[in-house]
């Protein structure tokens, strides 16, 4: 079930050069085949009562259990930009949960190279 597309992973960093002014900007890191997660009355409560809310669960597969250090940005094949709020391991599938904020101001995207 791995039918949601592919979300590409991102840090935030200062792309300016030394001395300019600051200019941060998403920095492509990796990216994963996901699905969605379908999430339950108990998860969404939760997170009410926390005043926390979240736009959605993705799980993406044949990952590393953690995320590389820094990556707090996805985005999905639509260009929609989302904050990663928790980032759970599924040890026993090989994959990990991503919990996904969307973003109401997007960030600039580096050129990757």
């Known amino acids: 079930m791995r039918d949601g597309g592919i ?19 998403l920095v492509y890191s990796c990216e994963f085949f996901f699905s969605r997660v379908t999430t339950g009355v108990t998860r969404r409560y939760a997170a009410l009562g926390a005043n926390r ?6 799980r993406c597969w044949n990952t590393l259990l953690t995320l590389p250090e820094n990556v707090r940005y996805a ?17 026993d599938q090989d994959a990990i949960d991503l919990t996904l904020v969307r973003l109401e101001d997007f960030y600039d995207v580096a050129i990757e190279a």
């Open 7 to 25: 979300i590409k992973l991102y840090s935030l960093k200062d792309v300016a050069t030394p001395g300019f002014m600051p200019s941060e900007k």
């Open 75 to 91: 985005i999905d094949e639509d260009g929609t930009q989302y904050r990663i709020d928790i980032a759970e391991p599924i040890h």
């Open 53 to 58: 809310d979240y736009t959605a669960v993705v």
